[in-house]
């Protein structure tokens, strides 16, 4: 079983920084892909930004220019880091991590409140 550890939410004004981290139990260089997914009250949890095959990056248009997802594979940690926060951007964040034939797993989610 693989655990994933996120971290980083908090309470931000509008147009601030924070850098969320997802901390997997196992070697993330060998994981098939990597994402972080956001899911706001009543709305469903959709794809934020996402690592494929460690090198291709892609992002939902409309996080695009603001948020940046990266890895440290030597520390088997995601990030996600996110400037010029909106209060569209208040969700609970949750790092994904699969593995080919071995399962997918998600992090216990970390809140996002972005307001003045």
């Known amino acids: 079983q693989v655990q994933l550890v996120d971290s980083g939410g908090g309470l931000v004004q509008p147009g601030g920084s924070l850098r969320l981290s997802c901390v997997a139990s196992r070697n993330i260089i060998s994981a098939t892909a990597m994402a972080w997914y956001r899911q706001a009250p009543g709305k469903q949890r959709d794809l934020v930004a996402l690592i494929e095959t460690g090198t291709t990056t892609r992002y939902a248009d409309s996080v695009m220019g603001r948020f940046t997802i990266s890895s440290i594979n030597a520390n088997n940690t995601l990030f996600l880091q996110m400037n010029n926060l909106k209060p569209e951007d208040t969700a609970v964040y949750y790092c994904?991590?699969?593995?080919?034939?071995?399962?997918?797993?998600w992090g216990q989610g970390t809140q996002v409140t972005v307001s003045s």
């Open positions: 994904y991590m699969v593995w080919y034939a071995r399962g997918e797993y």
